[in-house]
Structure formats: structure tokens, C-alpha cells
């Protein structure tokens, strides 16, 4: 494995809004997948909204680059499964366990990935171990001092944390082995068909409910609008500004500025959900920007790939 490096500094403004508005993105997304919940199985609402997220993506590569021809290699497959566990964890978790919990262990992916960057031999600075310590009390009072009692849901979430971590560092590893847009497009393709099998197979076997073709037009009418916000925005394009940022901003501080969410599903619940924001809100949004500026500061930024 060869280490390699990214001159300080050149993680660009650019960059980092790029993380930022697909931290706000996702934080409106919250909204959006909670409600997609009420009308739609986890299986079903993964498989439209990254269909459409890819069908959206192969339009701008139609419009771009119409005479590149994608490969699905086994790097890009291996992205797709990561992508489509954590996902369904993560939609599936939310059944059993609150916003604000799933919110916080959502978050706790921030921890997960420098854990797993040291597998990869990646040093982490004084400096991105300090905003680790700024950002997990700030993602818990930004969520009121979210229970995390154990639960079935709860478990669930945290393991999707786990492989959100996991799919920060693989895009790490691949981002510059093909056109940002081409990874983007066969991730969401390989994740939309596995989540639609895990819905279709669910039904066979009978460990989702059987629903007729009437029920399912209703239901899908009903979400329509979670569907799309998810789908276009969401998927197609803040998971296309993550993995164009990440080729010049390491895992870890990519994972802090995402983390930043958090602070966007405050103001969303606020602005949409006329939800209350409390002193310990602000506090905890106080501290994720306080950690997303830390985790920018230049000077130390490593990057290592195969």
C-alpha cells in the first residue's frame, strides 16, 4: 500500500461547501425518509430512491460524456453492497427507534471512520482527534441527550453507522479510479436492484407482507414527494458532492463536515416540523461548527490508497 499525499491546503473552499451542502441536503432528508416510512417498505422506498438517484445521474453523464461506456468492476460492486447495507440498516432502524436517537448513532459514524482509517495505516493529528471529541457531545445535545437505550432499532443504526464509516473510506480508496460521476451512477444502480430483490424476495418468503398492485400505486402516491426530494437530492446529487470532495478531503474530516446534518435536520424540523429548538440544541450546533472548522484547519491532511 502506498501512501498518498495531498499538499496542504489543497482541500479547497470548493471542497468543503461541497461537504456542507451534502450535509444540509441529507439533513432535510430526515424529514423525507421518516415520512417515506409511514407509506413504503424500508426494502421499497431504498429501491425507488436510488433508481431515480441513478436515472438522474445516467442523464447528466447522457448530457456530459454520452460516449464513455461504464464497467461494472468488482471495486464498484463492493461499493454498491456497502452503500445498500447501510442504507437499509439505517431506514429499517428507523421503525423502532426515535428521531433523535437515530440521529445521534448516525453520527457516531465520525468515530467509526478514523477507527477504520488506522487499518489503513491512515495517521490522524492531534487536530482531527480533537474535533472527533467536539462532535459526538455536540451530535448528543443537538438531539436534546437522545436516548440510546438498548434496542432492536437502535442496534440497527449503530451497525449502519458502522458501514457508513465503511462506505466514507472506500470511496476514499476507488474516488480516483473512475469519472466521479460513473461511481456514483453504479453504486445507486447496484443498491436500488439489491434493495428491490431484498423487497420482492421479502414478499415470497413472506417476511414482508404481501401488497396489491391498487395498494402499491396509493402508497407510492402518498410518498411521492419523500421519493423525490430522496431520490434527486439526496442520492443523486449530495452523494455525487461527497464523492466529488473526497478526492482532494481525507475520511476523517470529510466524515466531521458531514456530520453537520445534524445541525440542518435541527433547523429542517424547525422550519418544516415547526419543532423547537432548545438551549441544548444550540449548544450542540455550537460544537459541530466549532469541530467542522477544527477538522479544515490546513496543514495536516493525508491521504493513503492501494
Keep these: 500500500m502506498k501512501a498518498r499525499s495531498v499538499?496542504?491546503?489543497?482541500?479547497?473552499v470548493i471542497q468543503i461547501f461541497e461537504?456542507?451542502?451534502?450535509s444540509a441536503i441529507w439533513g432535510f432528508a430526515f424529514v423525507a425518509q421518516r415520512k417515506g416510512n409511514e407509506s413504503l417498505h424500508p426494502f421499497l422506498f431504498n429501491a425507488l430512491r436510488f433508481a431515480i438517484g441513478s436515472l438522474f445521474l445516467l442523464t447528466l453523464i447522457l448530457i456530459t460524456a454520452p460516449k464513455s461506456k461504464p464497467k461494472l468492476k468488482a471495486d464498484l460492486l463492493l461499493l454498491g453492497c456497502i452503500l445498500f447495507i447501510a442504507a437499509a440498516l439505517q431506514q429499517?432502524?428507523?421503525l423502532w427507534t426515535s428521531a433523535g436517537?437515530?440521529?445521534f448513532i448516525t453520527g457516531l459514524y465520525v468515530v467509526f471512520i478514523p477507527i477504520i482509517g488506522v487499518f489503513k495505516k491512515q495517521k490522524q493529528s492531534k487536530l482531527i482527534i480533537l474535533s472527533i471529541f467536539l462532535a459526538v457531545p455536540g451530535l448528543w445535545l443537538i438531539n436534546s441527550g437522545a436516548s440510546v437505550d438498548a434496542s432492536f432499532g437502535n442496534l440497527l443504526v449503530l451497525v449502519s453507522a458502522?458501514?457508513?464509516?465503511m462506505h466514507v473510506q472506500y470511496i476514499d480508496t476507488i474516488v480516483t479510479r473512475y469519472p466521479s460521476l460513473w461511481v456514483a451512477f453504479s453504486q445507486y444502480f447496484i443498491c436500488a436492484v439489491i434493495s428491490f430483490i431484498f423487497w420482492l424476495g421479502g414478499m415470497v418468503l413472506r417476511f414482508i407482507a404481501p401488497i396489491t398492485i391498487t395498494t402499491l400505486s396509493a402508497n407510492i402516491s402518498q410518498a411521492t414527494i419523500p421519493i423525490l426530494y430522496s431520490g434527486i437530492c439526496s442520492v443523486g446529487i449530495a452523494y455525487t458532492?461527497?464523492?466529488h470532495a473526497q478526492k482532494k478531503v481525507a475520511p476523517a474530516p470529510a466524515g466531521i463536515i458531514l456530520c453537520m446534518e445534524?445541525?440542518?435536520a435541527l433547523f429542517g424540523g424547525w422550519l418544516l416540523l415547526d419543532e423547537q429548538i432548545t438551549l441544548y440544541s444550540i449548544g450542540g450546533a455550537v460544537l459541530l461548527f466549532a469541530a467542522m472548522?477544527?477538522?479544515?484547519?490546513p496543514g495536516w491532511r493525508t491521504k493513503h490508497a492501494t
Aim: proline share 3%.
Design 293 to 297: 472548522l477544527v477538522s479544515t484547519i
Design 19 to 22: 461537504l456542507i451542502l451534502a
Design 241 to 243: 458532492l461527497q464523492l
Design 162 to 165: 458502522v458501514f457508513w464509516a
Design 92 to 94: 429499517i432502524g428507523l
Design 101 to 103: 436517537s437515530g440521529g
Design 262 to 264: 445534524a445541525v440542518f
Design 7 to 12: 499538499p496542504a491546503g489543497s482541500s479547497s
